[in-house]
Structure formats: structure tokens, C-alpha cells
């Protein structure tokens, strides 16, 4: 099952420090280019996240190794949450502007008779106050399988930066495991592809004002 909702009217605090920075390598481009990028978070801990920016600027991928939930008897109930923010400085020129178009999760999940696993985003500029929220969920039985999850955005009514500005794009993820409704059960999300980690592809549309 698929949620997902536009928010406004929220105040949004400016993030001035990139957590954990790590710097994409020198780009000629001559639209908005994304140029360092932040990683927080229970899921993403340091030296466990790799990202990679095409050569057009217009998507970048992050792999995770270590962005895991689970919940069931001998397993401790901190363990059923882990969240990483990944947060995008862009450097975007005058008569620029840009959104987000699609993020896609890829990810493995486990899950007994009625355990629930929940995967969901908060999407922002800041210090804008428009934001885009979108959430996945199963409820098991899931022997194991693969999952594939994608966000999209109206290329108008999306999140978008103000024209000419450089912005910080900040990607508030979590992935959640529930087994409330069957406390004998255990269930597993992870953030981990058929190569042992999650690949999160986000696709930007760019355009000029």
C-alpha cells in the first residue's frame, strides 16, 4: 500500500552543517549541479554509505550496508526503527530552478503471520515550508522477497527550490518493523538489493525560470 501527501504551512528549520559530508568530484555543468551531500542517522552510520552523482547532474544514487529493522521474541524493541536524513546541497545558477521527479527503495523484507514492515519519506528544501511525505507498507505472511518502491512527483505541484538559489534537499527515510499483532512473530526490512545493499536512485527535474 502506497501513501503519499503534500504538506504545507509547516515551518522548516534551516540546516546550515551537512552531517557526515561527502564531496562529489568536480563537474562542468551549466545547469543546477548537486555538489556535496549529508548522511545521519541510525541506518546510515559512518563509513557504511557510498553515493554517486551522474555525469548530467540530474540523479544520484546512495548505497546503504547497514540500514536494517527487525522486531520478534529476544529482540530488543530499538531495534524495530532505523532512519537515515540524506541531505543534498545544490548549486543552482540564476534562471534555474529545480524538483525532485522519482526516488526509487529497493530493499528485502521477512515477515511472519501478521508483522507489518513500513517504508517512508519526508522530502524538503530548507528552509522552505512545502513538503511531500509518501509511505509503502506489507503485512506478512512473507517468506522473503525482494521490493521495489517508487516515489513520484508532479513535475509542477512537487517540491521544488526557489529560482536562481543554492539549496540544501534534505531526505528524511525510515523503515519500520510492527509485530504488535502477533508478539510470537519476527520480521526483518532491509535496505539491502540482490548485491547486499540498497541502491535509492533520485531523479531531479531541472528547468529554467
Known sequence: MKLF?????????????????????????????????GVNGSGCPVGTVYAVLDP?????????????AS?????A???????????????????????????????????????????????????QVTQAT?????TGPVSGANYVYRDEFDIWSSVRCPCGADAIL????????????NKAGSGLITNDSIDGHLNTIYNLNWWRC
Open 5 to 37: 501527501t503534500i504538506i504545507t504551512g509547516l515551518a522548516i528549520a534551516a540546516v546550515g552543517v551537512l552531517a557526515s559530508p561527502l564531496r562529489f568530484e568536480e563537474r562542468q555543468v551549466t545547469g543546477p549541479s548537486a555538489v556535496n551531500m
Open 77 to 127: 524493541i530499538t531495534e524495530n526503527r532505523r532512519n537515515c536524513r540524506v541531505t543534498l546541497g545544490v548549486h543552482v545558477p540564476g534562471g534555474y530552478t529545480f524538483a525532485i521527479a522519482t526516488v526509487d527503495y529497493r530493499g528485502y523484507y521477512q515477515l511472519d503471520d501478521k508483522v507489518n514492515a513500513v517504508q517512508s519519506a519526508l522530502y524538503y528544501f530548507s528552509p
Open 170 to 181: 534534505n531526505l528524511d527515510t525510515s523503515i519500520r518493523i510492527d509485530n504488535s499483532a
Open 56 to 68: 548530467t547532474s540530474t540523479s544520484f544514487t546512495v548505497t546503504f550496508s547497514n540500514y536494517i
Open 134 to 138: 509518501a509511505s509503502s507498507s506489507r
Open 71 to 75: 522486531a520478534g521474541p529476544g529482540i
